[in-house]
Structure formats: C-alpha cells, structure tokens
C-alpha cells in the first residue's frame, strides 16, 4: 500500500471560499497507454513548453498557458517512435529539442536534435546519419542547450543497437543550423552515459552521467572543444550512483543531484553535491541525513534558487530500482532542508525536471500511474513558492467559517484538519464524504465542547466534504493533497 505524505504525513488544505484562492494545480495529459514529461521551461508569456513521449508516436512537444490549458502540441518526425528528452528555449523565441527516432530500417536508435519554431513549426531535423554518413552506431540525445555562439551543445550516449548495450558518453558541438563542429566520446569498457549538459561560464561544458566503468555517478568539465579538464566519480565511496542534472551556479561552482547505491540497504539514495570550478567536493547530502533510515530516493532535477538554495525534484524509492512518488525538496545553500513536498497516489509517480517560475513558485514535469486516462501520462504540477500546489492566499485573512450549530474548520495546512465545536450536550458527530457523494468516515466526540481531528491517513488525495450529522447547512469543504 502506498502512503500519502506531505513532510512526514498527510496534508489537508482547508479552503474556506469564496476568500480563499488557489495556489497551484496539476495537470495530467495523455490517452490510455504510457505518455511521460521529460523537460518542462517556462515561457516568456508565463506559459510552459514541454518536452516527452506520446506512446505510439514517439517524441512529443506540449505547449501550455500558464493555467496548463493546452495551446498547441506537436510530435516532430525527428523523433518518430522516440522520445523527445530535453527542450530548450532558443535566442530567437524557438525551441531546441534532443533525443532520439526509433529507426525501423536498421535496428538502432538515432540520436536526434530538432529545431522548433514559437508556434511547434519544424524547422530542420538532424540525425546521427546526416553528421556521421559512415559511421553505423546510433545513440541517443538526453540533454541540449543553446552556446554563447549561437549554436548546440548535446549529451547523451552511444548505442550500436535498440537492445544493445550503451557504449561511451557521447558529447556533440553544432552551428545554429545544427551543422556538425566536432564530437567526443568518453569511457571505457563498460556503458557510460551522458544525461545533462551546460555550458559553463568559461566557455567550456561541465555533463553529468554515469560510467558503469567506474561502477559510479560521473561529473566531466570539458574545454570549450570537449577536452576533459576534470572528472569527479563517487565510486570510493558508493557501490553504484548516478548523476541525473548538473547546473553552474552563481559561486562559480557546481550543483549536482541523482542518486547513489550503497551496499547496505537495497536502496537509491537521493544525492545532492556541491563541488567547486576546480571539481572539488566542498559537501555532499544524502537523503538519510534529511530523513529517517528507512528513506530511499533519486534525484532527477535541481536548480539553485535566488535566496542561494537549491530546488531539488525526484522521486521516493523504497528499493532498489523501484519507484513510488514524486519528490519535492526545498534546501538552504548549504543543502539543508527547508521543507519536502511528496505527491502521488497508490502506483508510480514521479518527477523528471523542475523550473522555477517568475511568481517564486515552480513547475514540475514528470508522469504518473496514478492519476489520469490510463498507463502512465505527463504530469505537469504548479506550486507556489512553498511547493503546495493548493495553498491557500488569503486577501483578506480569513475569518473562520462557523455554522450555527456552533461548529467550524480552522483554517490550516497540515497533517490533519482540525474541527472546533461548542456546546453539544450529547457530544458531536459529522460524517465524511467523498466528492463522489459516498460516506468514507465519521467524526466522533462524547464531550460537550472541544476539538475533533481528522487524520485520514488511509484516504486517497482529492475533494472531501463533512457534514454534521442532523444539520441542513452547507458542506464543509476540504481536499486532501500529498
């Protein structure tokens, strides 16, 4: 059984209205097969393109108003059968994709990067094949962002065939046109594989991944014609570990997160590290320092916030391998916690980037099991600064909503809703309702005044309502959130 936890337990919004307004919301998009979010930028309209997979179609591209109300999508013949994993919004108010297309002529995945217009055009497709004629290996894009030149730097990973094993760590260089400068490749004999790519403030690029050469997460800093500077591994320290999402911060040094392996417990653990421009570690978190022994987690996205903390998206992971929900993480600089935000219901969910949004808040792609038209689909959720996608903004504060039987909700988030009653000789007694109109609890208390909680641990996440048993006033409202 999955649990719902927000912290350490279940949150309830309380939303006495018409005062209150909502902070967030979430958004699922897909049909009945398996349908994932990628990458996910804000717009400079305040809206969001996203970058993911359509099942049955291959890579696919979402653009969204800042409501999450679909203004157009497009699924570019670049990544026909493919997936498209990264986007990147572009100096001329394009976009900039990376991934790859499933070939049906010779077996390989090809490595693909697709230039879009504002309004999901495309623009010019190029594959593995068009830069390498005589080279036979595919491989695939995971990361893409536009260089001070005017031209794309992309990472990801070589792989002669679709059910072959990765080979080395693949980095390429192109012109605005996408037009080949030059490519490296870095490994050894094992797979080693590329998942984030930026460029740094030297010109050169650091990439994050993970070399299963070394058995570990894996950090590269490059010139600015992939020459290696420097490399940083976990592997004297970890049996195994990867490097998801590397960003340059504004120190002059590095953020990375993913996940490490130790040997001890059959666990992922989130990873969040600190490293300066030289590539020393100047400190490490794991998500066993944060929480209790028995937590277990990775971590897919992080982005350094204004106040000089680090926004951290993932997943909980109570095995190896296993995935269980979509992990938000909120440090300080010195990557302690500030607050944590878990979403999801009883199958898997998860998040696969996070963005920090213009209004403080941010927005998270990823995909759940749990909620939607069916298999997986894309999930798309907009949370405030706090990482609540139902927070609640009082203007003005409010007053709390008493019934004249001598009851009301006291306004709060937390792990239970607190219901205030007064004055009932024979004690007090409401009933829960789903939003389905189906009774799924009952409140009770034999005193004559006093307080009633509501833990609803074993609830599902969703509109609830509680009535007073014996009274005609209106429902009072609450919804339940991870």
């Known amino acids: 059984m999955k649990r719902f936890v927000l912290f350490s337990g279940v949150a309830l919004v309380v939303i006495l209205f018409p005062q209150s307004v909502q902070a967030g919301w979430t958004r699922t998009y897909g049909a009945d097969q398996d349908d994932v979010g990628y990458c996910v930028q804000e717009t400079s309209d305040g809206g969001y393109i996203i970058a993911g997979r359509l ?3 291959g890579g696919w591209l979402l653009r969204t108003d800042e409501e999450g109300d679909t203004l157009w999508t497009s699924s570019p013949f670049g990544f026909m059968g493919g997936a498209a994993y990264s986007v990147a919004k572009t100096s001329d108010g394009g976009y900039i994709l990376a991934g790859y297309q499933a070939a049906t002529d010779d077996g390989k995945y090809h490595l693909a990067l697709v230039k879009i217009s504002s309004t999901g055009e495309e623009m010019w497709i190029r594959l593995d094949g068009y830069w390498f004629p005589h080279d036979s290996t595919g491989g695939v894009g995971r990361s893409v962002q536009e260089t001070a030149d ?4 992309l990472a990801g990973y070589r792989q002669p065939f679709i059910f072959g094993e990765i080979t080395d760590l693949w980095l390429i260089k192109t012109d605005s046109a996408g037009d080949f400068q030059w490519s490296k490749t870095y490994g050894a004999e094992n797979p080693d594989c590329g998942l984030c790519v930026r460029q740094s403030s030297d010109g050169g690029y650091i990439i994050s991944g993970y070399s299963e050469s070394l058995n570990s997460l894996w950090l590269l800093k ?27 911060i504004s120190d002059g040094g590095y953020i990375a997160t993913g996940c490490v392996a130790p040997f001890w417990d059959g666990k992922d653990h989130l990873y969040l590290l600190k490293i300066d421009s030289e590539g020393d570690t100047l400190w490490t978190r794991g998500d066993w320092q944060w929480f209790d022994e028995g937590s277990g ?21 109570p095995w190896f391998d296993e995935i269980e929900d979509l992990w938000l993480i909120k440090t300080d600089s010195e990557g302690d916690t500030l607050w944590t935000r878990i979403y999801g219901g009883e199958a898997e969910d998860l998040a696969n980037c996070v963005d920090q949004t213009a209004d403080g808040g941010y927005i998270i792609a990823g995909e759940t099991k749990s909620f939607g038209a069916g298999g997986y689909d894309l999930w798309l959720l907009k949370t405030d600064a706090s990482g609540d996608t139902l927070g609640i903004v009082e203007e003005p504060p409010v007053t709390p909503v008493t019934h004249p039987s001598n009851w009301r909700l006291r306004a709060s988030v937390g792990q239970q809703i607190v219901l205030q009653y007064s004055d009932f000789p024979h004690g007090f007694y409401a009933q829960v309702f789903n939003a389905t109109g189906r009774r799924v609890d009952e409140l009770h208390s034999t005193e004559q005044s006093g307080t009633v909680t509501w833990p609803a641990a074993h609830q599902s996440p969703g509109v609830y309502f509680i009535k007073q048993v014996g009274q005609t006033e209106p429902l009072a409202k609450v919804v339940l959130i991870r």
């Open 297 to 317: 987690g990775v971590g897919c996205s992080v982005q350094e916030t204004p106040d000089g903390g680090y926004i951290i998206a993932g997943y909980t992971s």
């Open 222 to 248: 490059t010139d600015e014609q992939g020459d290696t500077l420097w490399t940083l591994s976990s592997s004297q320290s970890w049996c195994a570990g990867r490097g998801y999402c590397v960003q340059e």
């Open 150 to 153: 005017g031209g794309y730097i």
């Open 55 to 57: 099942q049955g179609e």
